[in-house]
């Protein structure tokens, strides 16, 4: 060894051992987290096993269905519960019906709540707090203590049956306004005076300038509308009797009920399941990273 080398291992200052204190704290926070994931993973299981047991169910026969019923694995995989879907059953009928209702509901209450939303968020007029008060109290009202009225005033307005009787009172939604009000009180105010010292008017203030800067809530309030019309139930049971006017979540509760719910058809009742939560994921998966950015869009004042 040179004396160069003894100098500079010389003059390397000692690094001071890890303490048994540290070395216990670190060993304590790599189990804490060990546990955290293991109680997240077990939690994901529970949440995720019944909708397993769905899919699983869907490619059983009835018999395994009904032996087997908590079964993952089919005994012998059946495609016969799809089958039967287009054959014994108007699915392709309630698909439109739901479509229909669906996009119709979504475009209104996107529409619409902005609108109100808008108006309660920057016009100044009599009463506008006691509006919102009002909105905020249908919230907190439980949807199934309106749905007699709702059927008595759709009697009365001659639109029990129909379409219009399904739609219009879906189309406009408290949760949407007070989710468009709190973004439009996001928006500077001096974006709308600069428009309108352009010339524009309220609602070409709100439809060129306010409205596209909204567009993360916007977004919010199409994956919500669309999931809410289209797994809505109870009011479509209120509003309606005629079968062809059934729509997917009607139909399927009839099967359980109906003709082909007499015996243990599981098969077929989760297939149909299967294939009403497709769409509703599509819409999720596509919109996802604009529902996450929740700022973009604004700026913040």
């Known amino acids: 060894m040179t004396n160069l080398t003894q100098a500079a291992i010389l003059s390397e200052p000692e690094r001071p051992a890890a303490s048994p204190r540290r070395k216990g704290i670190s060993r304590k926070m790599r189990s804490s987290i060990f546990a955290s994931y293991l109680l997240l993973i077990l939690?994901?299981?529970?949440?995720?096993?019944?909708?397993?047991?769905?899919?699983?169910?869907?490619?059983?026969?009835?018999?395994?269905?009904?032996?087997?019923?908590?079964?993952?694995?089919?005994?012998?995989?059946?495609?016969?519960?799809?089958?039967?879907?287009f054959t014994d059953v108007p699915l392709p009928r309630w698909a439109m019906n739901s479509t229909i209702i669906t996009l119709i509901v979504t475009l209104g209450r996107v529409f619409f709540d902005s609108l109100a939303g808008y108006a309660l968020s920057r016009l100044q007029f009599r009463g506008r707090n006691l509006i919102f008060a009002g909105v905020i109290a249908v919230m907190a009202v439980p949807g199934v203590v309106l749905l007699i009225p709702r059927f008595l005033i759709l009697k009365e307005l001659g639109l029990y049956d129909s379409y219009g009787g399904m739609i219009i009172p879906l189309?406009?939604?408290?949760?949407?306004?007070?989710?468009?009000?709190?973004?439009?009180?996001?928006?500077?105010?001096?974006?709308?005076?600069?428009?309108?010292?352009?010339?524009?008017?309220?609602?070409?203030?709100?439809?060129?300038?306010?409205?596209?800067?909204?567009?993360?809530?916007?977004?919010?309030?199409?994956?919500?509308?669309?999931?809410?019309?289209?797994?809505?139930?109870?009011?479509?049971?209120?509003?309606?009797?005629?079968?062809?006017?059934?729509?997917?979540?009607?139909?399927?509760?009839?099967?359980?009920?109906?003709?082909?719910?007499?015996?243990?058809?599981?098969?077929?009742?989760?297939?149909?399941?299967?294939?009403?939560?497709?769409?509703?994921?599509?819409?999720?998966?596509?919109?996802?990273?604009?529902?996450?950015?929740?700022?973009?869009?604004?700026?913040?004042?």
């Open 43 to 85: 939690l994901a299981l529970v949440y995720i096993y019944p909708f397993l047991i769905s899919v699983a169910g869907s490619f059983k026969t009835d018999a395994d269905s009904t032996a087997n019923p908590l079964a993952l694995i089919p005994q012998t995989w059946s495609f016969a519960a799809y089958e039967r879907l």
């Open 171 to 301: 189309i406009i939604d408290a949760a949407g306004i007070f989710i468009m009000k709190q973004f439009f009180e996001s928006i500077p105010i001096s974006v709308e005076e600069a428009a309108r010292i352009d010339g524009a008017g309220v609602f070409r203030t709100f439809w060129t300038i306010v409205l596209p800067m909204a567009r993360p809530a916007v977004v919010t309030l199409v994956i919500l509308s669309f999931q809410g019309s289209w797994n809505e139930f109870s009011h479509f049971i209120v509003s309606r009797s005629d079968p062809d006017l059934n729509t997917l979540t009607t139909g399927v509760a009839g099967l359980v009920s109906g003709q082909l719910g007499s015996g243990n058809q599981f098969p077929i009742v989760l297939a149909s399941a299967m294939l009403m939560t497709i769409p509703v994921a599509v819409v999720f998966f596509i919109f996802q990273k604009r529902l996450m950015n929740t700022t973009e869009g604004a700026e913040k004042g």
